[in-house]
C-alpha cells in the first residue's frame, strides 16, 4: 500500500521550472531513498511535497487525501515530516527547545514526553547537551538534533534530504541503523541521498532523479 | 520594546508605533473621563484593543509586505501611521489633553517623585518581566521565537506562522498602547505626541539592542538616567541632540546594540 504518492509533478522557482513530471510512491512501512546528481531537483521535489513551494501541476496524495494545496504545518499536523537540507535548526533556541519545537504539530503534542525520552535513548549525546544553543553545537551534534526533531515531530512519514552529508562514516552507520529501528516501529521513511552505496544499503525501494523526471 | 519585539520577529520597522502610543493615551483618557475607569485598570482595556488592533493592522498592511524589501514595510506602516493621525486629528484636533489623576508624591531628599511615575516604571517592570517569561516558557512565546530563528523550519514543524506573526505584531502594538497609556497618567498629551516617544523608542532599540526585550528595558532606563542627568549640565534643548548623537555612535560602534542582540 502507498502512504504516498506523488505524481507528475511540476515546479520550480519564480519562472524557472525544475521538475518537468516527477512521479513517486512511497510504500508504507518501508525505507525508500532517492538518489541523483547535484542540482537535478531532489530537494526541489521534497519542498513541493510539503508545500513550502506550491507544485504547477500534479498531485500529491497522503494517506489517499489530496493534499497538494495544503500549507507546510497542515501537512505536519498529518504526520508527513521533512528533516530539510540544512538541517534548518532554531539557531538561537536550546536543544530541549528545538525539541520541543519538533513537537508542534497537533498529533506530536501529547506524545511529547515519550518522544523525547525515544529520541535520547537513540542520541545519548542530545541528552547531556539540553541546554546547549542549538547553533553552538557541532555539525554532526546538528545534524543529530535535526533528525532528532523530526522524530519528535511524531511522523508517519519521514522525509530526510543529506542525513549524511558532511558526517563521519561512522555516525553515518550509526544513524542509518537508528533509521532501520524507526521503520521497525511503522514509521515509512524516504531518504535522499548523495551517498549512494550506503542508502541502498539499508533501503527497500530505489529511484533515481535525473533531469527533474523520473 | 513593542518595536523592538515586532523588528525580532518579522525584521519590519513599525512606523505606526508612534500613533499607538497616542491612542493608548486617549484611551486612558476616554476611559478616566468619560467611563470613570481608574487609568491603571484601563490599562487592561488598553491593552486588549492594542492586541486586536495589532492584529488588524498585521492582517490589513503587514503580512502583504513581510517579505517584501524594507521600504515596502516601512511605507506600509507609515500608512498607518497617517490613518491613525487623521482620523485622530478629526476625532480629537490635535490640541492637547491631559489625565487629571495623582497618586501623590514622594519626597526623596531634594527631588521628589511622582506617585504616577513611579508606578509607570514599576508597571513597565513588571511588563517586561511578564514578556520575557511568555517568550521562554509559554508554548506560544516558544513558537514567536521560533518563528523569529527560522520560519520555514517553524512551518514544517507544524507551526502555522501567519498566525504567530500576527499575534507578535498584537503584542507589540500591545505594549506601545500600554506604554501610551502610562505615560498618560503624568504627561499631556496629543494625537501627535506619540512621534517623540516613536523617535525614543528607536534609540531605545538600538540601545538595547533591537530584538531583545531586556536590553530594551535597560536600554530605556539608560536613557532615563541620561535624560535627568544632563539638564544638570547643559541646557535641556541639549538633550535630543546628545541622545541621538549616542544613538549614531552606537550604530557605527557596535550596530547589535549596547546588550548584545542576535544577528
Ligand atoms: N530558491 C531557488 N531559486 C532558484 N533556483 C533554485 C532555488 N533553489 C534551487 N534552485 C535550483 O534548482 C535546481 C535544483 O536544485 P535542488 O536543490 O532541488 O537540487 P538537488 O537535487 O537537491 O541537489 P543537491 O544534491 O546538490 O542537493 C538547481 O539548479 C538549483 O540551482
Ligand atoms: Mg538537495
Redesign the interface.
Known amino acids: 500500500m502507498n502512504i504516498l504518492e506523488i505524481k507528475d509533478v511540476v515546479s520550480g522557482y519564480g519562472e524557472v521550472q525544475i521538475l518537468w513530471g516527477s512521479t513517486l510512491n512511497l510504500q508504507v512501512g518501508k525505507v525508500t531513498c532517492l538518489v541523483g546528481g547535484n542540482g537535478v531537483g531532489k530537494t526541489t521535489l521534497l519542498r513541493t511535497t510539503m508545500g513550502l513551494i506550491r507544485p504547477w501541476q500534479g498531485s500529491i496524495h497522503f494517506e489517499g487525501q489530496d493534499v497538494s494545496r495544503l500549507p507546510p504545518y497542515t501537512k505536519a499536523d498529518l504526520g508527513l515530516v521533512l528533516v530539510p537540507e540544512g538541517r534548518q535548526l532554531f539557531t538561537d533556541m536550546s536543544v530541549v527547545e528545538n525539541l520541543e519545537m519538533g513537537a508542534s504539530n497537533i498529533r506530536a503534542r501529547s506524545k511529547m514526553k515519550q518522544n523525547i525520552e525515544r529520541v535520547y535513548e537513540m542520541f545519548p549525546r542530545l541528552k547531556e547537551r539540553t541546554g546547549q544553543k542549538a547553533g553552538t553545537m557541532s555539525g554532526g551534534e546538528q545534524q543529530m538534533l535535526a533528525v532528532a526533531r523530526g522524530i519528535m515531530a511524531d511522523p508517519k512519514v519521514l522525509m530526510i534530504d543529506e542525513l549524511s552529508l558532511g558526517l563521519a562514516p561512522v555516525l553515518v552507520l550509526a544513524l542509518f541503523e537508528s533509521l532501520r529501528k524507526l521503520r521497525d516501529l511503522g514509521i515509512t521513511i524516504l531518504l535522499v541521498e548523495q551517498n549512494v552505496q550506503m542508502a541502498l544499503a539499508i533501503s527497500d525501494y530505489g529511484y533515481v532523479l535525473s533531469e527533474g523526471t523520473n | 520594546m513593542g518595536l523592538t519585539l515586532i523588528w525580532g520577529v518579522m525584521n519590519v520597522i513599525n512606523l505606526s508605533h508612534g500613533p499607538i502610543i497616542a491612542l493608548g493615551m486617549f484611551g486612558s483618557y476616554l476611559a478616566f473621563i468619560k467611563l470613570g475607569i481608574n487609568p491603571y485598570l484601563a490599562l487592561f482595556l488598553i491593552a486588549a484593543a492594542g492586541l486586536l488592533l495589532g492584529i488588524v493592522i498585521y492582517m490589513v498592511a503587514v503580512h502583504r509586505v513581510i517579505n517584501a524589501p524594507h521600504l515596502s514595510s516601512l511605507l506600509a506602516t507609515f500608512s498607518v501611521n497617517m490613518i491613525i493621525i487623521g482620523l485622530g486629528t478629526a476625532a480629537f484636533t490635535t490640541s492637547p489633553y491631559n489625565v487629571d489623576f495623582s497618586m501623590g508624591q514622594i519626597q526623596i531628599g531634594s527631588t521628589s517623585l511622582l506617585g504616577t511615575r513611579l508606578i509607570a516604571a514599576l508597571v513597565a517592570m513588571l511588563v517586561t518581566g511578564s514578556l520575557y517569561i511568555f517568550l521562554y516558557r509559554t508554548r506560544p512565546g ?2 514567536i ?2 518563528v ?3 520560519r ?10 501567519t498566525q504567530i506573526l500576527a499575534l507578535s505584531f498584537g503584542l507589540g502594538t500591545m505594549l506601545a498602547a500600554i506604554a501610551g497609556g502610562l505615560i498618560a497618567t503624568f504627561f499631556p498629551f496629543s494625537i501627535l505626541s506619540g512621534g517623540g516617544y516613536e523617535l525614543k523608542s528607536f534609540v531605545i532599540g538600538v540601545l538595547g539592542g533591537l530584538g531583545n526585550p531586556v536590553g530594551a528595558l535597560a536600554g530605556g532606563l539608560l536613557l532615563g538616567v541620561l535624560e535627568s542627568i544632563i539638564p544638570a549640565f547643559m541646557e535641556a534643548s541639549w538633550v535630543p541632540v546628545i541622545e541621538f548623537g549616542l544613538f549614531i555612535v552606537i550604530l557605527l560602534v557596535k550596530p547589535s546594540g549596547l546588550f548584545g542582540a ?1 544577528k
Do not use: D
Open positions: 516558544k513558537y521565537r521560533a523569529a530563528n527560522n520555514a523550519a517553524a512551518e514544517l514543524m507544524g507551526i502555522p506562522s542576535k
